[in-house]
């Protein structure tokens, strides 16, 4: 057990109009084993009863901050972390929820081996009738962190993360940049990459991600915002990294369009992949492809 005297942990909750899943939220850090957090409730000026439930819990640990983001939710979590008395950030969306043992466990594994940012998978819960029943699964990074999320793609879950908030500071922080909204925690994670390469992952799936409402991450387009991106890094790559991401940008825009039911631009942009590619990423393409046959 983790003493209560080691790392003040800020726990960074954006939050606009969810008052009910805050609730949830915010019930599942008061249960947590690790008690030596503080949340920060970064309020986008709600006009439900988001400040009543935060009334409710009657906990000091709890803050409540208001900001004007003007949509753009990299704005909300910026000014949470510059307001967070805590060595260690954590991430977590109102609408998801977090294992009672979740910072404790983070924590213990970020201590013992020395790393900077640790990272779990996430349940993926579309019906709360069966909450463990799918799984937003991570991957474990194996050589450059920087390449491997540049062309193989984000596996870092915002609502699984705890981070030492000298990294963050160091990496820059979030990009407000409105063109690559849903994906700003991915560009994060790319420059905090070029800051440490400590990043680990926790075993253990220690939170649900929730797919039951309005969610940023739907019916999207990413290679957009992953155009954007690879644009900031393109003078860092060579010629053949630059060219296996840029194939895992075309999967992206199959993905797309394959959603949209457009399987002809769809194919196009599969065999892009295919020829540009990494190997993970190529074998995912020829798969799509051979399910159009």
């Not at 819960?125 to 999320?149: A, C, W």
């Not at 879950?157 to 409105?178: Q, T, Y």
């Not at 990294?241 to 992206?252: F, H, M, N, Q, S």
Request: aromatic fraction near 10%; charge should be positive.
């Amino acid at each position: 057990m983790l003493k209560n005297n080691q790392s003040l942990i800020s726990v960074i909750i954006p939050a606009y109009n969810h008052a009910t899943l805050l609730q949830r939220a915010l019930k599942s850090l008061q249960l947590q084993t690790y008690t030596h957090w503080e949340a920060i409730v970064v309020d986008n000026h709600s006009t439900d009863n988001t400040e009543e439930v935060i009334a409710f819990f009657a906990d000091e640990r709890i803050r409540h901050l208001k900001v004007h983001n003007n949509g753009i939710i990299a704005i909300s979590r910026n000014k949470g972390i510059e307001a967070a008395n805590g060595s260690l950030i954590a991430f977590l969306d109102a609408d998801d929820w977090w294992s009672s043992a979740k910072l404790e466990k983070s924590l213990q594994l970020l201590e013992t081996n020395q790393m900077d940012l640790v990272y779990h998978d996430l349940w993926f819960v579309r019906d709360l009738q069966r909450p463990e029943k799918e799984k937003l699964k991570t991957r474990v990074f194996k050589g450059s962190i920087f390449l491997s999320l540049l062309q193989k793609g984000n596996t870092v879950i915002n609502s699984s993360v705890v981070v030492r908030k000298d990294i963050l500071v160091r990496a820059g922080m979030l990009d407000e940049n409105p063109q690559i909204i849903a994906s700003e925690d991915y560009d994060l994670w790319i420059r905090t990459a070029l800051v440490t390469d400590k990043f680990i992952r926790h075993p253990e799936c220690l939170g649900y991600y929730w797919y039951g409402g309005e969610n940023l991450s739907k019916n999207r387009n990413f290679s957009q915002a992953g155009n954007i991106i690879l644009g900031k890094y393109r003078q860092q790559l060579s010629s053949a990294d630059l060219r296996r991401a840029e194939g895992y940008l075309d999967y992206l825009q199959a993905i797309y369009y394959i959603k949209e039911k457009d399987k002809k631009t769809a194919g196009k942009f599969l065999i892009k992949s295919v020829i540009k590619a990494n190997i993970v990423i190529k074998l995912k393409a020829l798969y799509r492809l051979f399910l159009f046959k």
